[in-house]
């Protein structure tokens, strides 16, 4: 079945340590985002990418970091930078550019800090 | 830049009641997009909107995009436990990001 994979689900983190999780993705879209969803709000775009090797900065990319070296990958890593990291993180990919087609979500990854 | 709102946050109806939650924007939209997150799930696409003041119907859904295409609504006709869920509404200005609602989540009272 073609879809998205998110891995870890689970993810603890102490202070000062980068994490990066995995996003990964066979339905050949070329397109790739990552989310972020904190509790009672929307999502925030975090970075987005439409083609391999490329790769913008959306809303609140500061303390994060993403690379784009395969079209069926978009890790993103999480900073000791990143003040408040704690949060439930999407994935998502389209077919198209983000503004004219729908959204495919992974099922998410959930990162605590202690 | 580019702001969505949506309203109520919280919604709690009985089953059989009617629901209905608005997007409004702070600019004009390209299209609108909205989807589904059921309690501790992923968002789920369930429809796009293009064209000024269209009506789109799925089932006991129907959404309606502004003839100004600055808002959006959807509409549920007599509610059942399976819609349950937040609802988020997410618009585009053309070559802009996508943006996100807050998203309004539904309760349903058996």
């Known amino acids: 079945d073609g879809g998205i994979t998110q891995s870890p689900k689970y993810l603890f983190r102490k202070e000062g340590q980068n994490v990066t999780l995995s996003c990964e993705q066979n339905?050949?879209?070329?397109?790739m985002y990552w989310y972020r969803q904190d509790p009672g709000q929307g999502l925030r775009l975090i970075y987005y990418?439409?083609?391999?090797?490329?790769?913008q900065k959306g809303d609140i990319a500061e303390g994060y970091s993403v690379s784009r070296e395969k079209k069926e990958s978009f890790p993103l890593t999480v900073t000791s930078a990143q003040k408040n990291p704690t949060a439930f993180y999407l994935c998502?990919?389209?077919?198209?550019?983000?503004?004219?087609?729908?959204?495919?979500f992974g099922e998410g990854s959930r990162l605590t800090v202690l | 830049g580019q702001q969505v709102m949506q309203i109520p946050q919280y919604q709690h109806v009985q089953e059989g009641e009617d629901f209905t939650t608005y997007c409004n924007s702070s600019?004009?939209?390209?299209?609108i997009q909205w989807y589904k997150q059921r309690p501790g799930g992923h968002p789920v696409f369930l429809i796009q909107?293009?064209?000024?003041?269209e009506v789109k119907k799925q089932k006991r859904l129907t959404f309606q995009f502004g003839e100004a295409k600055k808002n959006s609504s959807l509409h549920i006709t007599a509610t059942q436990t399976t819609d349950v869920g937040t609802y988020f509404c997410?618009?585009?200005?053309?070559?802009?990001?996508?943006?996100f609602g807050t998203g309004t989540k539904l309760q349903v009272i058996p």
């Open positions: 909107l293009v064209k000024s003041g």
């Open positions: 600019t004009t939209l390209s299209n």
């Open positions: 998502a990919s389209s077919r198209q550019r983000m503004n004219t087609g729908e959204l495919f």
């Open positions: 339905l050949n879209h070329d397109a």
């Open positions: 997410a618009g585009s200005g053309g070559y802009q990001k996508v943006t």
């Open positions: 990418s439409q083609i391999v090797n490329d790769f």
